[in-house]
């Protein structure tokens, strides 16, 4: 049983990464909106894409190592 | 029961997707001690060997008209020497060393990963964490080196009001003893999952009614694996630029 209880949460856990999803789409996107509107400045912020976009994507790499160790530890 | 859960999967997919990930000793043997060779030691080892292969023989015969592995070595030189000037500043140059060693080791390693049948060393936490811990102690030494007890004031938000300080300040700690962790999990937890997708698919191409589906989604998903290997060499050491340039520069 708790076995099965740890699969379910770790099925849960995965949620995280939907909403890194759409943390990562929300960086990708308001940049390119900004990219469009002033092209010549956008080379420049590649870098700082780049970092927001890791950023963002931490939480979600968290919760997929939760599951992890929901699978495979607990 | 969780066992049992494991029997049921593998009974559904030909093998487990986690496999390819087990250490194993190379020369015989099941036990991996403190100095067995095992597979991980060795694709460690062909990074290493392929980076000095790349850097040393291609400016080996230097000419104007660069050779192929010349001019791949020199973008690969511009690439991490730009970014650490753009991100870190001119007075980090002194650590460019350090970062092209971190980004050519990532790459080389999550590049040999992608090939059939090899073990890709960066997908485990071991050696992602000695790469970030690394990288997180160098900083913080670095930072108290340079301007002693002023480094504190990365913490201490002098911009803020002072009744939000004392909370800024629980923050600001909290999230420079977090960066170790998200910086090693990000490239390992990115590596292992972008494998194991293509080995599910590899499973159910096994069964013939979705085997076409799943040939086209292993080719697109290490197609997508390809640039995720370079955006998150890319990535660690654009971290490790920033991570720098607060300890050399850590006033908010």
Known sequence: MEGQLAHIGAGLAAIGSGAAAIGVGN?????LAGALRNPSAAPGQTATLFIGIAFAEALGIFSFLVALLLMFAV | MATEAQGAEGGGLVFHPMDQFIVKPLFGGT????FTITNATLWMFLAVLAVIALMVL???RRAIVPSRTQSIGELAYGFVYKMVEDVAGKDALSFFPYIMT???FIVFANFLGLIPMSFTTTSHFAVTVVLALLVFFTVTIVGFVKNGSKFLGLFWVASAPLALRPVLAIIEVISYFVRPVSHSIRLAGNLMAGHAVIK??????AIAVVSPISVVAITAMYGLEILVSFIQAYVFTILTCVYLKDALHPSH
């Open chain 1, 27 to 31: 960086v990708a996107g308001n940049f």
């Open chain 2, 200 to 205: 599910v698919f590899a499973g159910f191409a």
């Open chain 2, 102 to 104: 971190l980004f050519m």
């Open chain 2, 58 to 60: 291609g400016t080996s």
């Open chain 2, 31 to 34: 036990d991996v001690g403190m």
